[in-house]
């Protein structure tokens, strides 16, 4: 796994934007794994400015998201369907029908699920994945005991990722228990991996993921199983890591040509 620290938030998502926008550029078709929470946020703003200012075409694209609340519709402010429009499609030129969540509607959920399967296998698999990381060390929400060869599949949530996510909620609405989520094994199939961490918050789980040993009770940690992943945090979030001088080494001596 690469590990690259930059000094903020900010810097780390423009250099994930920077990363998804040489992709789009070299495969107008691509097709992009997407995340919700509060850590895609800075790139898919600099995403939204590169396709403003810069040109950035999504108008082929298609997108699978890693996860859904279930018993959500997609008019719900807190369903992931409507965070990825506000956040993000509203502002560029995809395409509606290309862009794909898990249905947190889904009556007949197993069914649901294999049909998510089936759509990214239809579209060519994934080439770039983005994914953040939960306090208790969850990628999509594939909390700990999560089978490192998981497919979507339903999840119950743990209290902690219930309180973590409880402020995108309204006050007297209760967030929910279940959720749809990419498995493991799913993430893993995608070309590439982006793990986003930012913030003190994220210290603890990154350091676990990044430099503990790969175990089901730290889903983050299967990205070791991964031959392109790349782990892009900020200074906050990495103070944890024993190996952070190594890491920040190997950023600034990368040979011109590996660059992004
Ligand atoms: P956050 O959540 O981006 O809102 O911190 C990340 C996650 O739970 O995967």
Same mark, same amino acid.
């Not at 609405?173 to 930012?198: C, K, N, Q, S």
């Given at each position: 796994?690469?590990?690259? $620290? ?32 509060? &850590? #895609? ?20 694209? &298609?997108?699978?998201?890693? =996860? ?5 519709? #997609?008019?719900?402010? %807190? ?17 509606? *029908? ?9 009556? =007949?959920? +197993?069914?649901?699920? +294999? ?6 296998? +239809? +579209? ?29 599949? $339903? ?8 309180? =973590? ?6 006050? %007297?609405?209760?967030? #929910?228990?279940?959720?749809? &989520?990419?498995?493991?094994? &799913? ?23 990044? *430099? ?14 991964? #031959?392109?992943?790349? @782990?892009?945090?900020?200074?906050? @979030? ?23």
């Amino acid at each position: 796994m690469e590990v690259i $620290i930059q000094p903020t938030a900010e810097e780390a998502s423009a250099l994930a934007a920077r990363i998804f926008g040489v992709l789009v550029r070299s495969k107008p078709a691509a097709v992009l794994g997407l995340a919700t929470g509060s &850590t #895609p946020l800075g790139l898919y703003a600099e995403l939204i400015r590169l396709h403003r200012e810069e040109g950035l075409d999504f108008s082929k694209v &298609t997108t699978f998201n890693l =996860d859904e609340y279930l018993g959500l519709g #997609p008019e719900h402010p %807190a369903s992931y369907h409507h965070f990825m429009w506000e956040n993000l499609f509203r502002h560029i030129n995809i395409r509606p *029908e290309n862009t794909n969540l898990p249905d947190g509607l889904a009556r =007949d959920v +197993a069914t649901s699920c +294999a049909v998510y399967e089936e759509r990214i296998r +239809a +579209a060519g698999g994934i080439d770039l994945q983005v994914v953040g990381i939960g306090s208790d060390g969850h990628i999509g929400f594939n909390e700990p005991g999560s089978s490192l060869a998981s497919r979507t599949r $339903i999840k119950t949530l743990t209290e902690r990722t219930r309180a =973590d996510n409880a402020p995108f909620f309204g006050p %007297a609405e209760e967030v #929910p228990y279940h959720v749809i &989520t990419m498995g493991i094994g &799913t993430i893993l199939e995608a070309r590439e991996v982006l793990l986003l961490g930012f913030g003190p918050r994220k210290a603890e789980a990154l350091a676990a993921a990044i *430099e503990g040993p790969v175990s089901p009770m730290v889903p983050a940690s299967a990205l070791h199983f991964h #031959p392109r992943t790349r @782990a892009l945090l900020d200074e906050a @979030a990495a103070v944890r890591l024993q190996r952070g001088n190594y890491y920040r080494h190997v950023f600034a001596n990368k040979p011109v040509w590996q660059r992004v």
